[in-house]
């Protein structure tokens, strides 16, 4: 089992919509959850950072956390195109170190 | 601009030769990471420092790559005896030192060996 898991895609969502992406860890400790935005050929670029169960809301962003279902999630209103990209999860515990493991990310493509 | 500053920015070298990278972090920043991505993955981390400390080294971390920060600010990533496996984008982040510390990256060395 990976230890962060995500849909690798593509997710393919019409502009406007609302684009919803999704991750797993395995590590029941963890406590830090990022989500970056990677566009093809650049490097990873935070966008989120959620530490406690609930939603997390920064503009059209909303992460979601769930410790108990280990279950961490991006929703992206009125999306646009300029989202198309690559949606990496992460995952920390900072008690075992402050490595932190990502997932293979999801692609999403918000078709015009 | 104060974000993390990687160097160079690509790389072509032939299997057997040994390359360099450098990595500037943010500068109020402690903790620094080495980071290496393939297409179609996530970053697999390398290892990483705390101050000019190597805390961390993955297992998966060949005995041909070796990383510094002599004075706790400044990094390098060495390879040795390159191959053609280790052709990748080696990115570099750093934060703050704290539990919640959010790490930003730089731009990535994309390392070609031919």
């Known amino acids: 089992q990976k230890e962060v898991e995500q849909n690798s895609g593509p997710l393919s969502v019409p502009e406007g919509a609302i684009a919803s992406l999704n991750c797993t860890y395995s590590?029941?400790?963890?406590?830090?959850f990022f989500w970056y935005r990677q566009y093809s050929g650049k490097s990873p670029e935070l966008i989120m950072s959620i530490y406690s169960n609930g939603d997390k809301e920064d503009g059209r962003f909303t992460a979601q956390l769930n410790k108990a279902s280990q279950y961490v999630s991006l929703l992206i209103r009125d999306s646009q195109p300029s989202d198309s990209a690559t949606y990496l999860c992460a995952v920390r515990n900072y008690t075992g170190g402050f490595k932190t493991i990502f997932g293979a990310g999801t692609r999403l493509f918000v078709k015009a | 601009d104060t974000g993390v500053s990687q160097d160079p920015r690509h790389k072509i070298t032939k299997r057997g030769q040994n390359v360099t990278f450098r990595c500037d972090p943010i500068?109020?920043?402690?903790?620094l990471y080495w980071y290496r991505q393939t297409l179609g993955q996530g970053p697999e981390f390398l290892t990483y420092?705390?101050?000019?400390?190597?805390?961390?080294k993955s297992r998966l971390l060949s005995d041909r790559f070796s990383a510094e920060r002599p004075k706790g600010s400044f990094s390098t990533l060495e390879i040795q005896r390159t191959e053609q496996g280790d052709s990748a984008m080696y990115l570099c982040?750093?934060?703050?030192?704290?539990?919640?510390?959010?790490?930003?990256f730089g731009q990535g060395t994309r390392l070609t060996v031919v």
């Open positions: 982040a750093s934060s703050f030192m704290g539990d919640q510390g959010e790490a930003f």
């Open positions: 500068s109020e920043h402690n903790r």
């Open positions: 590590d029941r400790g963890s406590q830090s």
């Open positions: 420092f705390q101050n000019e400390a190597q805390l961390e």
